[in-house]
């Protein structure tokens, strides 16, 4: 069966005649997928720019085709600036996005070429202005993430009256000091999030204003949805509640919109190929029945953490009758359990050597992946 969330060439892969002799786990990443998913989301969005975040799928092969696109990219280190520059991108067409960086990594971005940075406190600001004299900077105001699977809030963020006082001492700094930005959290539920959000950034607006400066470009993070085991907000809905955000809130002095999808661009290109290595009706623990599979939390599920994710899953027995199942990966640590109260549904006489597929599994696999947790070998990638 052909699943909505894969595609004719994921399917073809997997049922290949080499299928038998790749060993599980690995994720298979259809590349056409991606490019088609970051189109559609230009097309639909009313941003003018887009940086895709690397941290999502940092594989040359998604970088590379995302240059071609013509896409930016929001970084957070000297390796993935350094990844997107060996990918063929242009430094200007890089934001360094993290509000954390040592000094020695700000100097070595700016030798890189790199011209954006972010900011979030006086100190950071101080960094920058004194190893990138002259750069472009854009502060991050902290925003609330209710609603969100996996909240990036809490430890970033300033209040909009710092930023707005940030921006203007990055003025007198000698940065050019024009634009703000936020993150509703990814994996975000609820769309309003977005309005709030659009909302506080116009307040910060009306008070850089008043002290005759305004907001000329504006960072809406990422955070849209993918659709795992249920159904979310589409790409059109969160798009009109922007527009309407962004008229109420900013009126005819409306900033340059920029964008950092993650994601949304490579969740649903890509499925893992797992295999059950035991399955065991336990009496201890409040009992059930368990199902291990050779990919866990440190080989790739790490969003499976407080079950945040919920994959949706395929067998190759499911036609059978099911069993609610509590699942789990191979390492030695009590930790390394995907789903236990999420009453995850699995067939009964599933065991050792059936498949388990997960679906919607492109984003933060990979690059979440332990270099090799008790011998367990990093996730493999096949691009096709
Ligand atoms: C992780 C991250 C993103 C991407 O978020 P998604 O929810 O995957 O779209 C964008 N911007 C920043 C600053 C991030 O840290």
Not at 293 to 319: H, M, P, Q, V, W
Not at 331 to 348: F, M, V
């Amino acid at each position: 069966m052909i699943d909505f969330q894969s595609t004719k060439k994921i399917e073809a892969f997997l049922a290949d005649a080499g299928a038998g002799d790749r060993p599980t786990p690995y994720l298979v990443l259809d590349m056409e997928s991606v490019a088609v998913r970051f189109e559609r989301m230009r097309d639909a969005l009313p941003i003018s720019d887009f940086y895709y975040a690397v941290k999502a799928n940092p594989g040359a092969p998604v970088l590379r085709r995302l240059v071609g696109l013509g896409a930016g990219f929001d970084v957070a280190s000297i390796p993935e600036i350094e990844a997107c520059l060996a990918a063929g991108a242009a430094p200007n067409k890089l934001s360094y996005g993290n509000t954390i960086k040592k000094e020695t990594d700000i100097a070595q971005a700016r030798r890189l070429g790199v011209d954006l940075f972010a900011f979030d406190s006086a100190a950071e600001l101080a960094k920058i202005a004194k190893l990138a004299p002259g750069a472009k900077v854009f502060c991050r105001i902290a925003q609330d993430n209710e609603g969100a699977r996996w909240p990036l809030a809490g430890k970033f963020g300033c209040s909009e009256v710092e930023a707005a006082e940030l921006l203007l001492s990055a003025s007198s700094q000698g940065l050019q000091g024009t634009g703000l930005s936020f993150h509703v959290g990814s994996q975000q539920l609820d769309s309003a999030r977005w309005s709030d959000a659009l909302h506080a950034a116009g307040r910060v607006s009306t008070r850089l204003r008043a002290q005759g400066r305004t907001i000329e470009w504006l960072n809406m993070g990422g955070g849209f949805p993918v659709e795992y085991r249920d159904p979310v907000s589409g790409l059109d809905e969160i798009a009109t509640v922007i527009e309407k955000g962004v008229s109420s809130a900013f009126g005819a002095s409306a900033p340059r919109l920029a964008f950092e999808p993650g994601r949304i661009v490579v969740a649903e290109a890509g499925i893992i190929r797992s295999t059950v290595v035991l399955t065991a009706d336990r009496d201890t623990n409040g009992g059930g029945r368990w199902v291990y599979l050779d990919i866990g939390r440190f080989s790739g599920l790490a969003e499976t953490l407080d079950e945040a994710i919920c994959y949706r899953l395929r067998t190759n027995k499911d036609g059978s009758a099911k069993l609610i199942s509590k699942i789990a990966g191979p390492t030695c640590d009590g930790q390394d359990i995907l789903y236990e109260r999420r009453h995850y549904k699995l067939p009964a006489d599933l065991q050792a050597g059936d498949i388990v597929d997960i679906f919607a599994s492109g984003a933060y696999t990979t690059s979440y992946s332990t270099v090799g947790f008790n011998g367990f070998a990093p996730l493999v990638t096949y691009y096709i």
